[in-house]
């Protein structure tokens, strides 16, 4: 069974630093054609792709978001993260992990973190 | 950067009725693309993959066509439990962007 559960603070301040951490089971960060991505919801709102890591490290960014963002993954941990710089009250929103990417799409979420930035 | 255009944004049916949800990209994304049902306080549920695959354990009143940049999904016989936000996604490309979303209400 796969499953995915993200982790971080609830609360940053205008201009901090986010780091994120999804922990996954059920699949190996290292198998052939695995993918995490993380997604994002701010209230009210629609849902927005953020980033993606594939098995081999290959790493994608959202085109408007990626001077800001860093993706990585520890295989080891079973754990991929999720950085983001310089944050400001628009980037609040619930931030989702989700296994996949490939040709299957999105098939796996967490449950999703509420991240509030307000000073 | 594929645009995603969802229509339309909000929907208002019957419990028994067939809706039909459209996308359409910027550019061609044939076939990768997605469509997932979301609720409030909950995590996006994959329905459909490949533009026309069936995610395993999605009821069959589900269904979805399309290629090169314009697709549908088909909700039949409309039951109490899918009134919920609609989304479709593309992932061809280098970034995976989603549609505005499709809010399906009670009539």
């Known amino acids: 069974q796969i499953t995915l559960k993200e982790s971080g603070p609830t609360l940053v301040k205008p201009t901090q630093t986010l780091t994120l951490t999804c922990t996954v089971s059920?699949?190996?960060?290292?198998?052939?054609?695995?993918?995490v991505g993380w997604i994002r919801q701010p209230p009210g709102k629609a849902l927005e792709w953020l980033a993606l890591i594939y098995w081999d490290d290959d790493k994608r960014y959202s085109p408007s978001l990626k001077s800001r963002l860093t993706i990585t993954k520890d295989t080891s941990k079973n754990q991929v993260v999720l950085t983001m710089t310089n944050m400001d009250p628009a980037d609040t929103a619930t931030y989702y992990c989700a296994h996949g990417g490939g040709r299957y799409a999105y098939g796996n979420w967490g449950q999703g973190t509420l991240v509030t930035v307000s000073s | 950067d594929i645009q995603m255009t969802q229509s339309p944004s909000i929907l208002s049916a019957s419990v028994g009725d067939t809706v039909t949800i459209t996308c359409r990209a910027s550019?061609?994304?044939?076939?990768?693309l997605a469509w997932y049902q979301h609720k409030p306080g909950k995590a996006p549920k994959l329905l459909i993959y490949k533009a026309s695959n069936l995610q395993s354990g999605v009821p069959s009143r589900f269904s979805g066509s399309g290629s090169g940049t314009e697709f549908t999904l088909t909700i039949s016989s409309l039951q109490p439990d899918d009134f919920a936000t609609y989304y479709c996604q593309q992932y061809n490309t280098y970034s995976h962007s989603f549609g505005q979303g499709t809010k399906l209400e009670i009539k």
């Open positions: 550019q061609t994304i044939s076939p990768w």
């Open positions: 059920g699949f190996s960060l290292s198998t052939s054609g695995v993918g």
